[in-house]
């Protein structure tokens, strides 16, 4: 692709954007080809389709598992069935991903290679920069892994804290490469598009307040990951029916909203008796860009450790967090330390309860502190942190 300056033309360089999904990044790369060629490669067949819609003119769509060489006409079945068994097993195999942007980077030459999350990238090895967004603000251990920092060229990070937060964690004095230029998971826009009364008539809900259930997939269930509520809790499938029944008699909604891992965990046959219950359907291991409608429509968001929280404590929506009860987790590793969870912290089902009843029917006693939480976290809060990434990026082309 050539663009036209004063008589001259000049061939955009070209960025190869490696895109778990859609929601986060696109904002950015309409951004960027304004001077750029945005080339995108995704191992989702959904958010391939997606964004081909959206008329990119260049996507590359990838396995994560090696092609195996049968040469027979059942072939591609049974790579399908290899893949398929890869994913129920959790095989951490991206040979399939390794070659494929081996092939792409060799015929696109692109100037430089972003990835909305961590991993597959930092394992290719290129002469090109990588830079990494992580594909969310959480509290779990993303921006604190050294790997992350030692495979990328450029890291951003969603304010000074965690630029702070890194240096004392790893005893860093050369930062130059930890970028401090806000998240792009947060828009101003976010806290405009809300209009709960048609949001709710859209997705037949009963009330018009709304408490949003989002966890993330490893709070309490390392390393099976089937787990949404702690084991304390009981049968997790119940306890949401007791939910659902408890807001009922609140004048409120429940809908749940599962991590994308968790999506097989839940039957909507069980919750389609309930006319104050939503279920979000979400991409099938990945994130869609219809997650952001949900969490602005919501009023109390309950999750742990998930990205919801930050991006709902931004939005200044009522917070319920549910303590991680994993084995393996821990606050010292944490990207974000556990007294920054502006909201009720429950250790159990009555907590969670007694949570949810002081939101609805009491006075709301975390709002200051969920000011001072954005202003610490977030850099530029009420700006579009994609016009300066967009600015640093052509400085480095």
């Not at 990119?56 to 079945?77: A, E, P, Q, S």
């Not at 490469?177 to 101003?188: A, F, H, M, R």
Request: glycine share 4%; hydrophobic share 35%; with cysteine.
């Amino acid at each position: 692709m050539r663009i036209k300056l004063k008589n001259k033309i000049f061939k955009k360089k070209k960025i190869v954007i490696v895109a778990d999904s859609n929601a986060d990044l696109l904002r950015l790369s309409l951004r960027l080809r304004k001077y750029f060629e945005i080339i995108w490669l995704t191992y989702h067949r959904e958010v391939y389709k997606e964004l081909k819609k959206l008329n990119f003119k260049k996507l590359y769509l990838c396995n994560l598992t090696k092609n195996i060489n049968v040469n027979f006409f059942f072939g591609g079945f049974i790579q399908k069935i290899f893949d398929k068994i890869s994913n129920v097993l959790r095989l951490k195999r991206i040979e399939g991903f390794l070659e494929k942007i081996k092939y792409v980077e060799k015929k696109e030459n692109p100037f430089c290679f972003i990835a909305d999350t961590f991993d597959l990238l930092k394992f290719y090895e290129t002469n090109k920069p990588k830079l990494s967004f992580g594909h969310s603000v959480t509290y779990k251990k993303f921006f604190l892994e050294r790997s992350n920092l030692t495979n990328y060229d450029y890291l951003f990070l969603p304010g000074n804290y965690h630029l702070k937060r890194i240096k004392k964690y790893f005893s860093l004095n050369n930062t130059e490469n930890l970028k401090v230029l806000g998240s792009i998971k947060i828009s101003p826009s976010m806290r405009s598009n809300i209009n709960k009364k048609k949001f709710n008539k859209n997705i037949k809900l009963k009330y018009n307040f709304n408490v949003l259930f989002a966890p993330s997939h490893d709070a309490h269930d390392l390393p099976y990951k089937v787990k949404f509520f702690p084991k304390k809790y009981g049968d997790q499938m119940k306890i949401l029916e007791k939910l659902a029944l408890f807001l009922d008699k609140l004048g409120a909604n429940l809908i749940i909203k599962l991590h994308h891992y968790h999506t097989s965990q839940i039957s909507t046959k069980i919750f389609n008796k309930y006319k104050n219950v939503h279920i979000f359907k979400s991409g099938n291991f990945f994130d869609v860009k219809e997650s952001s409608e949900f969490i602005s429509n919501s009023d109390i968001i309950i999750t742990d450790t998930s990205g919801v929280g930050t991006t709902g404590i931004y939005l200044n929506k009522k917070m319920v967090f549910i303590e991680p009860s994993s084995k393996k987790w821990s606050w010292k590793h944490a990207d974000i330390e556990s007294y920054l969870r502006p909201g009720y912290v429950c250790h159990n089902y009555k907590d969670l309860k007694r949570s949810l009843n002081n939101y609805i029917n009491k006075k709301d006693n975390f709002k200051k502190k969920r000011n001072k939480f954005v202003k610490k976290v977030f850099y530029k809060p009420h700006k579009d942190a994609t016009i300066e990434i967009a600015k640093f990026i052509r400085s480095i082309s």
